[in-house]
């Protein structure tokens, strides 16, 4: 509750100083190359699962007119109309922020979310440039912008502006195009959600094999903490051949003494819980098969939620617009059927008939299992004892149906 008073708190006091914020960052010619830093904020993870994988933003201070101004590029409305939905359907529009820094490190400092600043080496050309450029999407109608998690989000997009300001070309010291790097979307999904295994296996339900393919490290940049480290061995080669670093200085400005470990979640895990529930049916189905008992509520209650969870997949794979979703192969183990053909299904099983749909899934999620390791893409482990309790119970049917033969 506290926190969301200060989220409250944090809102009001961004509607009310955004637009003197904004409205003070006109460049005037008076204004030397000395008066003006412009610097790149990079922000460490959060609790949250949107906070997880950090922050990026620009901070813009003009000494001689008292402006300390932070762009944000990461603001969105969770009160917007059908946001859930849209959400899904990946048409999540997020804006551009302008805030005073104070606020913004009073901010991070009582989430105990440390902060980094790298002073851009920028000419005052460059510098004026990157302000009215910041200025131009600020106009209400250029700073609502289509977030996607990958390609557009608000690590990249300040990337993006500080290259476009560039008088030259900006150097990279790595490769930033050669994808033979053994690194996917994947990897650094589960890098930065450890300590979440309820986030990471959410993820990892959703997200598909696409993101099992090797990308180049332009694309991870789309992690703020990849922005931060390419930048600091970054160059300028200025039209006149001089190169110059792009960072001048590199500096924590906000210190909590808050470490990964101290926003990890805890409880059961997702493994945790589906070998409990693997016990729980196993045991259940042994009792029934020794017992004659079709034990259908079992089914009725695995068949439901896997249809469920299926209806969700089947959604991202032909609706969403979010990057990597399709093709998903966990659509073998939760798909849609399950609910279609779950009254004929349970209909049978309850009279110890042969299902033909228990038999296809028996079929199905033999082969899932079989050939897990050269399916190209990652699974979460914890979905392995999930398709078996499925398989158990068609496994089940096909027993006592031919036991009452």
Known sequence: ????????????????????????????????????????LTCASGEEIYSLFGHTAIRYENYTRGIDAVFNYGMFNFNTPNFIFRFALGETDYQLGVTDYERFAAEYDY??????????NLSQEEKTRLVNLLQENYLPENRVYRYN???????????????????????????????????????????????????????????????????????MMFIPFYVQEFF???????????VRPLVAADEKVVTTGSTAADHQSGGITPMQASLLLFIIVTTATIYGISKGKTLWGVDLILFLAAGLAGCVLAFLVLFSQHPAVSPNYLLFVFHPLHLLCLPCMLNKVRKKKLSQYMLGNFIVLTLFIGLWAIIPQEFDLAVLPLALCLLIRSASNLILSYKRK
């Open 232 to 242: 600091n061995k970054a160059q300028i080669a200025d039209t006149t051949g001089q």
């Open 1 to 40: 509750m506290k926190r969301n008073i200060l989220i409250i708190i944090y809102v009001i006091l961004f509607s009310l100083c955004a637009p003197q914020a904004i409205a003070q960052t006109q460049t005037q010619q008076g204004d030397t190359p000395d008066s003006i830093r412009i610097s790149l």
């Open 111 to 120: 989430f105990g979310r440390d902060v980094w600043q790298q002073t851009l």
């Open 149 to 219: 998690f990958f390609y557009d989000n608000c690590a990249t997009r300040p990337r993006d502006l500080i290259e476009k300001t560039i008088n030259g070309s900006l150097e990279y010291a790595d490769n930033m195009t050669d994808t033979q790097t053994g690194i996917t979307f994947r990897d650094l999904l589960h890098r930065y959600t450890e300590g979440h295994p309820w986030s990471r296996f959410g993820i990892d339900l959703c997200i598909g094999s696409q993101a099992d393919k090797p990308i180049n490290r332009r694309l």
